[in-house]
């Protein structure tokens, strides 16, 4: 029998009863509503990460020069970097917005990380995100070496959410170019655009992010006639090429389904994949870790024992 964590459903009741009385008095979605939200709701319930050094500079060499965030913990081992794509539905978010939650990414695996400021829709749609991650996978590398920091040229591509998505898309094209990517780590990812499994329906109402919202993004992501099937990560070519993957999903989350049947899809091609499932959590749940520390834990120690694994 499912059953949510009793903290995040008494929250989600005060929540759902909120966001019906908004909707009621004509409650209208922009892209700045929808970016305060999210920093609101990660400023409310992530505390700020731990200190370490980190570096503001600018991808450059693609179409547009992405500024990244580095962030260097005290204790490092050898192995890839990581690249990280936050969460927002290609829409909100930000580096800022992540950056707690990168902090404890990066001193938790002990890893340098690129946090990636991605062009955001709808002002940028698809693929110009895509492109930005695309650009700093290729050059990544010689940015590092002008800012002094040591790299073996080797990336972990990582993201939540549309980030995620965002990172199994890339995976997707790499397979058959030359590229560096040695694993991704994909957290409750948007990988199905056309919105057509269970788990949509069955999530859609009444656990944080919904189907209508989910709708909405993608929309205002996918502007230029794009086949919704065509682009979504999900449907693509699997090979035994793809990167090592590891897919977090939760239960009560919309997009469940997508990451169990990528990991499928991807073992079926003879890749390495892992699922690690949360039965109790909802989407975003990293972004509310005062409420369900021990989920956050739980998800960083395994993400760093994944990255510790991933050295080829």
Known sequence: MRQLDPKLAEWLEVVNAQVAQVKAAGFEPTPTNAR?????LTAMFVQPGPQMAVTDTLVKGGEYSVPVRIYQPAERSPGPAIIYCHGGGHMAGSVTVYDPICRRIAEACGRTLVSVEYRLAPENPYPAALNDLLSVVRNLGPTLERKKIEHDNRWILMGDSGGGALCASASRLLQHQPHNVVAQVLIYPSLDYTMQLSSIEENGEGYLLEKGKIRWYFENYLQREENP???SPLYGEFTAKLPATLVAT???CPLRDEGKQYVE???AAGAVAELLQFEDMVHAFM????MVPRACDKLYRHIAEFVR???S
């Open 265 to 267: 899809k991807a073992r």
């Open 287 to 290: 972004n509310l870790e005062d």
């Open 229 to 231: 099937y065509q682009v």
């Open 309 to 311: 694994g991933a050295q």
């Open 250 to 252: 939760a239960e009560f």
């Open 36 to 40: 305060e939200s999210l920093a609101n």
